[in-house]
């Protein structure tokens, strides 16, 4: 090598150099591209299993049958994945979505202490948005009066009680997705 002159054999290395910083440099790129195709599939089925669950909670809601008393259910966390790939719990329902409570269709005279402390909270909220002339609640509005996260599957869970609230005559629908108490149905002691 001391015969050749120093930039004879020079430019081979840093050609060397270059091509394989190129080829690392494609590898990043395939890798980054394989990833977000991996994160787009995994917001994917994380929307769809959030969507059974919703659905599986409603079918549990519709099979229920009306007479039955409300009851304290425990429900067992799931170990689910989640997008940082390490394994988290399955969503619990709020306090204001107890599934399976009991709403007696509402007649002149029916106090709201008939009904379990989720209906009771849904009646406030609505009867609160009524008396100070603010229009009927959306869903996503009563979430947010309970502190909850406004996300899907609690809006759902509270949309599920309150329709059940209006088809027993507690609460109006005039517009979809908007509540507000039934004409007739007095505040909780009785007042309007």
């Not at 005279?109 to 008396?131: E, K, M, N, T």
């Amino acid at each position: 090598m001391s015969s050749l002159p120093w930039g004879s054999w020079m430019p081979s290395v840093v050609g060397l150099l270059e091509q394989r910083e190129l080829g690392a440099r494609r590898r990043v790129d395939e890798l980054r591209e394989e990833a977000d195709r991996i994160q787009a599939e995994l917001a994917m089925a994380e929307r769809e299993w959030k969507e059974w669950a919703i659905a599986r909670s409603k079918v549990g809601e519709v099979l229920a049958p009306e007479n039955e008393t409300e009851q304290d259910h425990t429900q067992v966390d799931q170990e689910v994945p989640t997008a940082e790939g390490r394994g988290g719990t399955a969503p619990q329902a709020p306090e204001a979505a107890k599934p399976k409570s009991q709403v007696p269709v509402w007649r002149e005279g029916l106090d709201w202490s008939v009904l379990s402390v989720d209906y009771q909270r849904i009646l406030q909220v609505a009867a609160d948005r009524a008396r100070l002339g603010q229009g009927p609640v959306t869903c996503q509005e009563m979430a947010a009066a309970f502190g909850m996260d406004v996300v899907p599957a609690r809006v759902e869970a509270l949309r599920s009680k309150a329709k059940r609230l209006v088809a027993r005559g507690w609460l109006a629908e005039p517009a979809a997705g908007r509540f507000t108490p039934a004409r007739g149905v007095s505040g909780p002691d009785g007042g309007s």
